[in-house]
């Protein structure tokens, strides 16, 4: 009978330890929540953004917000290398529009045996600039959609830089929808089609993409967990690449994102890594 009362003892002192545990969770994710979703208008809704192929600004960002990305990363291919380098500015000038000025860099070094008269030239890609508007916004819902549209002037690689300077055009128009799933879980859709233009010929080349994302932000804190699904349609061809990423915060306006690249239907393409550095000037939660 002792033995029985001191199992029941503990039984119930592991049950009450871990509602407590539980409680404490919840507790701070719904007070992390009230910080971002907080009732002075514009309602925003708390968001896990994506890593890799990230947003223009938060959705429903507010006036005064701003952000600096770098970006780097490393691309196995079958002949070379791809170093991939960024650097970005974003922010909000009014409610619930954010803007972007990007400017994206490529390396390349060939693999061993292979010429590297035979790959391509290091370069300055483009010049993206680019906005997004948040059309709609529901805290009940827990819920954000929004429009947005990127502008890429495609630059001459470095051995004929300026010969033409600026060789085409991207148009990217796109469409962005989340829904976070509770308070921990997180789902968002971002598509659209991309639409370069060549100025050499004047030609067109259409390609649609579907990048899906699902996270898992730890409770009472921005870290989180999660993948990318970044899907090309070009042609009839589909190409998809798995991207698992995690988020941690070194500081309350320093984070860091770290990415992984598992391509799953690219013929040219092995692994690949990618690194963000997310600084946010006035970022006050705590």
């Known amino acids: 009978m002792k033995i029985k009362t001191i199992w029941m003892s503990l039984i119930l002192l592991a049950s009450s330890t871990f509602l407590v545990a539980q409680t404490t969770n919840t507790q701070k994710d719904s007070i992390y929540i009230q ?24 959705l429903g960002a507010k006036k005064g917000e701003k952000e600096w990305n770098l970006g780097l990363g490393l691309t196995d291919n079958l002949e070379f290398d791809a170093y991939e380098a960024l650097i970005e500015y974003e922010w909000a000038p009014i409610d619930r529009l954010g803007l972007e000025v990007e400017l994206p860099f490529t390396l390349y070094s060939p693999q061993s045996g292979i010429n590297r008269g035979s ?28 429009l947005g549209y990127i502008n890429e002037f495609e630059l001459s690689d470095f051995r004929s830089f300026g010969s033409p300077l600026i060789k085409g055009n991207v148009y990217n128009p796109f469409f962005v929808i989340a829904k976070r799933w509770g308070n921990n879980f997180h ?6 089609p991309m639409i370069e233009q060549s100025f050499i010929s004047n030609k067109f080349h259409t390609t649609y993409d579907i990048n899906t994302s ?13 993948v990318e699904f970044n899907k090309t349609i070009d042609r009839g061809n589909f190409d998809m ?6 988020r941690v915060v070194v500081a309350d ?34």
């Open 187 to 192: 789902s968002l859709i971002y598509t659209g």
């Open 35 to 58: 910080q971002v979703e907080n009732h002075k208008e514009p309602d925003k809704v708390l968001h896990a953004e994506p890593l890799y192929i990230d947003l223009i600004r938060d």
């Open 214 to 226: 699902f996270h898992y932000m730890i409770s009472g804190t921005r870290n989180f967990i999660g």
């Open 253 to 286: 306006n320093l984070l860091v994102g770290i990415v992984a690249g598992i391509p799953v239907s690219r013929e040219n393409e092995r692994f690949s890594s990618f690194l963000r550095l997310i600084w946010e000037p006035n970022h006050k939660h705590k």
């Open 119 to 146: 790959i391509p030239s290091n370069r300055l890609n483009s010049i993206k600039i680019a906005t997004q508007w948040s059309f709609f916004v529901s805290v009940p819902m827990a819920t954000s959609m929004a």
């Open 241 to 246: 690449t798995m991207r698992p990423q995690m």
